[in-house]
């Protein structure tokens, strides 16, 4: 079984559990909008420097754990580190966002691609998550992750992120025998590395799909459901009773045959979804986690308590992790973090 490091109300969702205070956490809840952090990130160099100098990656997720009292931590990383691992040169561009080379683009780039994980090029991802577990309450839980197999895909095909993620869904139409060869990839070396974090220390780990949204219902359960249903099987034969959460960001109505075909341990809902029917669909099947508009995390003051509330409202009666529905804006006030999370202790639920 999983070994777990202490009593959490994190881990007590996942476990299906009405935890006795909504835990809460936050996506990206390491990052710029922190001074602290903002410091680090000067003295590392690279955002990939950081990503990879395990002293400085431990800090830096441990650091909105003590400012604000959060229920877990989030290893900090990223999600290209995989195929960065897997041969592709992983850059972070100023104000441009993550570059790889050389873009996927045909069967014989693809070709080009280590099919096995280099672990030992993700080492100082695995002793960045021994140092956190060191030094972490043991009422926080530690969770790792990393991006599903479509999402990584899409920045591994374009070479950058794009606004729809045109030049992956056109491989996907156009040569899907050889685009599932790429997807076979990325699933056999997430369970590979996803099991390594678990030996490394996580409680739990989550499966970001954050761009499953621009495909279409029959593609979704193709390079999404299937997938994931693979990754989450796969991962349990190595660390029996693994709890994972998915977040399939944008998912819609698709989100029931995902809940249903893949036996995640919670669901994580983006922004965009109506809580109505995420409360009886989703939240009748699996616990959740979400799913407060980052943007009304940046608007702060009233509008900010509405929305706390009426997520409140939703989701509280069952298991339920208070989060954000995507990852936290850079400039959103720390004022604004604090209001939020003052508000949703005060709550009682």
Not at 91 to 111: H, V, W, Y
Not at 174 to 202: C, H, K, M, N, W
Not at 263 to 268: L, N
Request: charged share 20%; net charge neutral; proline share 7%.
């Amino acid at each position: 079984m999983t070994v777990l490091h202490g009593h959490s109300g994190t881990l007590d969702v996942l476990a299906n559990k009405k935890a006795a205070q909504t835990p809460i956490w936050l996506m990206r809840q390491a990052g710029r909008y922190l001074p602290e952090y903002r410091e680090i990130r000067a003295k590392a160099g690279s955002f990939l420097d950081l990503c990879f100098n395990p002293v400085l990656a431990a800090e830096v997720t441990l650091q909105p754990v003590r400012r604000f009292g959060f229920d877990a931590a989030i290893l900090f990383s990223d999600i290209l580190v995989v195929p960065h691992a897997l041969g592709q040169k992983l850059t972070f561009e100023a104000g441009e966002g993550p570059r790889l080379s050389p873009a996927i683009i045909s069967a014989t780039n693809l070709d080009k691609l280590a099919t096995d994980l280099d672990l030992n090029a993700l080492a100082p991802v695995l002793e960045t998550i021994a140092r956190v577990r060191a030094e972490l309450p043991r009422r926080v839980a530690l969770l790792g992750f990393c991006g599903a197999p479509w999402t990584v895909a899409t920045y591994m095909v374009a070479g950058f992120g794009t606004p729809d993620q045109a030049p992956a869904r056109l491989f996907a139409y156009r040569d899907p025998e050889e685009f599932g060869r790429l997807i076979d990839v990325l699933t056999r070396v997430s369970i590979d590395y996803l099991a390594a974090q678990f030996q490394a220390g996580v409680d739990a780990v989550q499966l970001f799909d954050t761009w499953a949204g621009v495909l279409g219902p029959e593609e979704f359960d193709r390079w999404c459901t299937k997938p994931a249903a693979k990754i989450v099987a796969g991962l349990r034969q190595r660390i029996p009773g693994a709890r994972i959460i998915g977040f399939p960001r944008g998912a819609g109505t698709s989100l029931v045959s995902y809940v249903e075909d893949v036996p995640f341990d919670a669901i994580g809902l983006d922004w965009m979804i109506n809580r109505k029917f995420a409360r009886d669909e989703i939240q009748s099947r699996r616990p959740v986690q979400g799913n407060l508009d980052p943007m009304a995390l940046l608007a702060g003051g009233a509008a900010l308590d509405r929305e706390v509330d009426a997520v409140l409202a939703s989701f509280s009666e069952r298991p339920f992790i208070f989060n954000l529905g995507h990852g936290i804006l850079p400039e959103t006030p720390i004022g604004n973090v604090e209001r939020m999370v003052a508000r949703v202790r005060k709550s009682g639920l």
